[in-house]
């Protein structure tokens, strides 16, 4: 599993500027999501990004509730909450969440807006009553470390997670999950596949990219494989491919990211760019900013991403 090192490399460093950005892009009250909108097969035109995306990210957090078959006073778990979108969310469909986030900024953020976060790995976590619906929304993929893929432990992790999320819920109660997935190119070879000076856009590259973003953390294969985990414990009742709608979130994102803040923009990337960070890792970061890393890892299908909605089988 990616630990709080991983996740603060991934998280924290670039909490002020994630946060930020987006609220300086979208306003005030804006949810900061940092997952894969739902389009519905309609992108926006030139000029219409903005709106479109915000209304998309609302669109992925109501199917996710339709999913779980949610209904006012449920109580939900999210799995990986955060800065707290789906939490805010449940609220205001007058539900109570309580969200797990190994970020100590996100957690601390989700706290101040009144939201029960809770910096915990899901691993240590124990429920004292059941739920009425899980839901986990871009946590999955940060599960799974190499190291323990390397050592042949990939589907006990998963097997784990979803026994966990199998004892949260009541009986026949439904959990979403979100989850990027190596995607159509294939699975790389960790030890041949990587090479931040790989030609550029070619599958060697952005994934040199992506891991300078994620250390520690080991996609899944594909679909098939996550069923195969969750199978002793639920069925999987619908499957859809978000992958396309990631390259048109990942495309607004990076407007956010570069669009001009003043003097406390160029701190928040200063903190962004060295905070735990080797030499290496920064200057694949950068790179990766440059050259639009994200949204070209789904545009090519180097990088997958599968909304899966599962019901508990007993
Ligand atoms: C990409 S963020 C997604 C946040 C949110 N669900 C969203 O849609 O914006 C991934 C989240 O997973 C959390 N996470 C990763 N591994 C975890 C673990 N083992 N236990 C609890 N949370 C974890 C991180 O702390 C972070 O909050």
Redesign the pocket.
Known sequence: ??DKGD?FVS?DAMDALWRNSMIRMFGENVP????GARYEGIYPGYGEEIAAYVEAQSNKRVYALKQIGFSSEDRVI??????G??LNEVENWGGRAIG????PA?VAYCQEMGLDARL????DYRPDRQFDGAV????FE??CSIDAFRAGRQMEVYHKFFELVHDCLKPQRGFYLQTMIFGGKGVPDLDVDIDPRAPMNSPRRIIAQWKAYFPGSYLPHNEEQIVEAASDFFDLTRSEDGREDYVETARVWLEAINAPGGLEKWLEWATFAFKGLGRDELLTRLQSVREDAFSRGFAYDIIGHRRLTFVRKD
Do not use: P, R
């Not at 999210?78 to 800065?83: A, Q, T, V, Y």
């Open positions: 599993m990616a996740i998280y900061v999501d940092f997952t999210d799995f990986g909450c955060g800065w979108n789906m797990l986030s190994l970020s996100q915990m790995d899901w691993n986990s929304i871009g946590a940060h599960f």
